[in-house]
């Protein structure tokens, strides 16, 4: 079975805090795909990053890393310097072998106050 | 236009109407999906296809039936509708159903309320 699970429901921060969105997956397959997707109020989800298992290369990408541990079955992301633009709802989601389908966690809602 | 794009943005009808959703890729993709997310549930696969052909249908009711014309265009069409089917309509696109290889790229939905 593949299991995507984001413990975390709603995180709530203060503008230029550092955040951590916690993602932990199960799967079978030797090969699979990891991702997360942001989903701001207007709807949309907007595909921030894909991994594939062979690559456990942390990522950066501006303020936004991600920590992909295949130990612990985690790929968590993490936002540096939060603001209030980055107040959406994170989802991650799991690929199992190349041809499955997209299985998304539950989502967490981050709130950045300024 | 770019991208996924959807119409309506918003739709409220009742349990007898018939209603269509629609979606438009502008990204030269060959697989299109139909998801569906309702409140505190993960988003739920509905219907894929590749090449205008369906490839896959979770279990997903009768009353919602799926039609893909070209590879640019997907349509939702609804008829009898329960208030459980009250929820956002998520359309996205592939290049390939290659999943892991090809990223999808979604659409910003058709919030759906069934009265």
């Known amino acids: 079975a593949q299991k995507v699970t984001q413990a975390q429901t709603e995180i709530s921060v203060v503008e230029k805090e550092d955040v951590t969105l916690d993602c932990v997956y199960e799967?079978?397959?030797?090969?699979?795909?990891l991702f997360w997707y942001k989903q701001p109020p207007s709807g949309e989800l907007v595909f921030l990053i894909r991994?594939?298992?062979?690559?456990?290369q942390n990522e950066i990408s501006g303020r936004y890393s991600w920590n992909f541990q295949k130990s612990t079955s985690s790929f968590n992301f993490t936002i540096t310097a939060s603001q209030v633009v980055d107040s959406a709802v994170y989802f991650c989601?799991?690929?199992?072998?190349?041809?499955?389908?997209?299985?998304f966690g539950k989502g967490t809602k981050l709130s950045v106050k300024p | 236009e770019t991208g996924v794009t959807q119409t309506p943005r918003h739709l409220v009808m009742g349990m007898t109407n018939k209603k269509s959703l629609k979606c438009e890729q502008h990204?030269?993709?060959?697989?299109m999906y139909w998801y569906k997310q309702s409140a505190k549930k993960p988003l739920e696969l509905m219907f894929v296809?590749?090449?205008?052909?369906?490839?896959e249908n979770n279990s997903v009711p009768s009353r919602f039936s799926p039609e893909c014309p070209n590879s640019s265009h997907l349509f939702l069409h609804l008829h009898t509708l329960q208030p459980e089917d009250s929820a956002l309509y998520l359309c996205?696109?592939?290049?390939?159903?290659?999943?892991?290889?090809?990223?999808?790229?979604f659409g910003p939905g058709t919030r759906l309320t069934v009265l």
């Open positions: 996205a696109s592939s290049r390939t159903t290659a999943a892991g290889t090809d990223t999808q790229y």
């Open positions: 799967t079978r397959d030797t090969t699979y795909y």
């Open positions: 991994r594939n298992s062979f690559d456990e």
């Open positions: 989601a799991l690929i199992g072998g190349s041809q499955g389908n997209l299985i």
């Open positions: 990204l030269g993709h060959n697989a």
């Open positions: 296809y590749s090449l205008e052909e369906r490839v």
